[in-house]
């Protein structure tokens, strides 16, 4: 279990231009989320994939915001025409249920930064 | 509307003086309330998945319960290591009010532990 990986950690990116992050959920995990935390506030829902299907999608999910999970793997969101209230940490979870329950595990976060 | 509230907003303690969390909650139907644990520019760290009223889970100095309406957060003789922001999520039921499976979190209690 190596636990859910982003990448990139940091993104700096001057407003107007796309930026792309990807997510590798921990293995045999078939449930995928994305969310997004600003400073001093609680992590928001953005979208849900299980497997390599979108079931849910958040009102916050503009259409400037574009998330995939091909083949039910690894998972990118795409940000187009970033504003600068886009700025905030981009949240990747992964889980699945097991006799223990439903246990979601977050991955580290990538920060982006709008200027 | 599903909604988490949790208190106080920050707390200082001194090492070893045990004190609790709050996390109130108006979820129609819980299907899981989620403890994380969360440092500074790190994502949430996964630490309990409460079920139903009465239930308690236990992990070092940290004790989680359930109630209808709310859920506590013991913390023994603290350390200042325990020094983080707690985060409180729920997740509604399957069969109350359509499907879904985003976690909604509070805002968050920020912990100090003073040596």
């Known amino acids: 279990d190596t636990g859910v990986s982003q990448d990139p950690r940091h993104k700096i990116t001057k407003r107007g231009q796309n930026v792309t992050f990807r997510c590798d959920p921990i293995?045999?995990?078939?449930?995928l989320y994305w969310y997004r935390q600003t400073l001093g506030q609680g992590p928001e829902f953005l979208t849900y994939f299980q497997n390599e299907a979108q079931l849910e999608k958040s009102r916050l999910l503009s259409d400037r915001f574009s998330a995939e999970r091909p083949k039910g793997s690894f998972s990118t969101l795409e940000i187009q025409r970033t504003e600068q209230g886009d700025s905030a940490m981009y949240l990747c979870a992964s889980s699945s249920i097991d006799k223990r329950g439903n246990t979601i595990y977050f991955g580290e976060g990538s920060w982006l930064t709008v200027v | 509307e599903d909604q988490v509230t949790q208190s106080p907003e920050a707390l200082r303690l001194q090492e070893g003086e045990s004190s609790s969390l709050n996390c109130s909650y108006t979820v129609s139907g819980l299907r899981g309330l989620f403890w994380y644990r969360q440092d500074p520019g790190k994502g949430p760290e996964f630490l309990f998945t409460l079920y139903s009223a009465g239930e308690e889970k236990e992990k070092e100095r940290l004790k989680a319960t359930l109630t209808k309406k709310e859920s506590f957060l013991h913390i023994t003789a603290p350390k200042p290591e325990d020094s983080a922001t707690y985060l409180c999520a729920v997740q509604a039921d399957w069969n109350s009010g359509g499907a879904t499976n985003k976690l909604i979190f509070g805002t968050g209690t920020l912990l100090a532990v003073q040596p």
């Open positions: 293995s045999e995990h078939n449930r």
